[in-house]
T-cell receptor, first 114, second 117 residues
Framework: DAMVIQNPRYQVTQFGKPVTLSCSQT?????MYWYQQKSSQAPKLLFH???????NEADTPDNFQSRRPNTSFCFLDIRSPGLGDAAMYLC?????????????FGQGTRLTVV | AQSVTQPDIHITVSEGASLELRCNYS??????LFWYVQSPGQGLQLLLK??????LVQGIKGFEAEFKRSQSSFNLRKPSVHWSDAAEYFC???????????????FGQGTTLQVKP
């Protein structure tokens, strides 16, 4: 049973056209994360929500925003996608934020920018 | 700054052979340690984790890992590899102290495993 679900699995967007990726979870976890993974690279954390508290990584571009309307859903908005934003976007959840907390990942959304 | 190093970018083994994937971390204290596997086009699945206690950790799919404090290593092993193990493997640390408030995982660059018939 899928616990962290990302939609769509594949997204093609035009250069500069806003795009939204979605993530939902059935685990009732407090924390939701968005990671960006470019080809042949390690995932890189963009930001996370602890409950309703938004936490941005220092080097995340302003072009990336996020919304969490309720516990189950979290969205990643890219306001003006550039070619360099083409990547796999991974959503993850965890019960708490400590370093010893297991993260559960979705299957990812592969974003292509044309 | 803390970092994770996976020295081997790509490894090829024959089906049925043993496997060891290396992971070294750089951190002031013993961090929380994880191994994740990622099949092509998929998300990450947790194989195993080490927080404390017994330094030999058993995971899913027949994998195990051994924490060696003296070497700052957390190598992943499997005695007999199956073709379905072909994937990318990521070692990760969950930091301690103030950084732990982020819940941020720091990943190594990954090792791609190819399995020959």
């Amino acid at each position: 049973d899928a616990m962290v679900i990302q939609n769509p699995r594949y997204q093609v967007t035009q250069f500069g056209k806003p795009v939204t990726l979605s993530c939902s979870q059935t685990l009732n976890h407090n924390v939701m994360y968005w990671y960006q993974q470019k080809s042949s690279q390690a995932p890189k954390l963009l930001f996370h929500y602890y409950d309703k508290d938004f936490n941005n990584e220092a080097d995340t571009p302003d072009n990336f925003q996020s919304r969490r309307p309720n516990t189950s859903f979290c969205f990643l908005d890219i306001r003006s996608p550039g070619l360099g934003d083409a990547a796999m976007y991974l959503c993850a959840t965890s019960r708490q934020r400590g370093g010893n907390t297991e993260a559960f990942f979705g299957q990812g959304t592969r974003l292509t920018v044309v | 700054a803390q970092s994770v190093t996976q020295p081997d970018i790509h490894i090829t083994v024959s089906e049925g052979a043993s496997l060891e994937l290396r992971c070294n971390y750089s951190y002031g204290a013993t961090p929380y340690l994880f191994w994740y596997v990622q099949s092509p086009g998929q998300g990450l699945q947790l194989l195993l984790k080490y927080f404390s206690g017994d330094t030999l950790v058993q995971g899913i799919k027949g994998f195990e890992a051994e924490f060696k404090r003296s070497q700052s290593s957390f190598n992943l092993r499997k005695p007999s590899v199956h073709w379905s193990d072909a994937a990318e493997y990521f070692c990760a640390v969950g930091p301690l102290g103030s950084s732990s408030n982020t819940g941020k995982l720091i990943f190594g660059q990954g090792t791609t495993l190819q399995v020959k018939p």
